[in-house]
């Protein structure tokens, strides 16, 4: 079982610059979701989508965008990269909201200079 | 703002000792639940709690949700350095899809 595939798993910019983290899940979930980790800020969402076609804005939105064409696809775009947003993001999928039991990727860690 | 503090936020200790980590909130979960994540890897789920007073037991590790769902603690009898991470608690609602994670206990557990 893949479960949940973050690619890549790291990954440095400059100001500026923009790229997209990709986030693959092969367990047929609804539910998506993106994280930055911070030292002593435990994690926090940056969106999330609970299908394909539907995305919404978590507590940190600011500078990021999402798309959810596919179930299985939810692909993290940073539209100009600041280095406030160097973390370690992590993306996360469910099969129910409800409970919201998540199961993680292994994360990217960002570095923007 | 629903918040979870969890305490201590680091630990260090000695193989075969026990410990408690808290996660405590002045707001009402449906249900708790437990991480651990190791360095470069995700969190992964240990337990999820949903009951007030429900106790869970994982091997050596305890888990209690409060009879209120306020808080929670995680109890690690004859701690081993396999146990060493770094725990999160989070709790969620059942009226929305976002749950509220505390900041995390760093355990160290020498040997």
């Known amino acids: 079982n893949a479960g949940v595939t973050q690619t890549p798993k790291f990954q440095v910019l400059k100001t500026g610059q923009s790229m997209t983290l990709q986030c693959a899940q092969d367990?047929?979930?609804?539910?998506m979701s993106w994280y930055r980790q911070d030292p002593g800020m435990g994690l926090r969402l940056i969106h999330y989508?609970?299908?394909?076609?539907?995305?919404d804005q978590g507590e940190v939105p600011n500078g990021y965008n999402v798309s959810r064409s596919t179930t299985e696809d939810f692909p993290l775009r940073l539209l100009s990269a600041a280095p406030s947003q160097t973390s370690v993001y992590f993306c996360a999928s469910s099969y129910s909201p409800i409970r919201n039991i998540q199961y993680f990727g292994a994360g990217t860690r960002l570095s923007v200079l | 703002t629903q918040l979870l503090e969890q305490s201590p936020q680091f630990l260090s200790i000695q193989e075969g000792e026990n410990l408690t980590v808290y996660c405590n909130s002045s707001s009402v979960f449906s249900s708790l639940q437990w991480y651990r994540q190791e360095p470069g890897e995700g969190p992964v789920l240990l337990v999820t709690v949903v009951t007030g007073g429900e106790v869970k037991k994982l091997k050596r590790l305890t888990f209690q949700f409060g009879d209120a769902r306020k808080d929670s603690s995680l109890h690690i009898t004859a701690a081993q350095p396999g146990d060493t991470g770094l725990y999160l608690c989070?709790?969620?609602?059942?009226?929305?899809?976002?749950?509220?994670w505390g900041a995390g206990t760093k355990l160290i557990i020498k040997p």
């Open positions: 989070a709790g969620g609602s059942a009226s929305n899809y976002q749950l509220i």
């Open positions: 367990m047929n979930h609804e539910y």
């Open positions: 989508s609970v299908g394909a076609g539907i995305t």
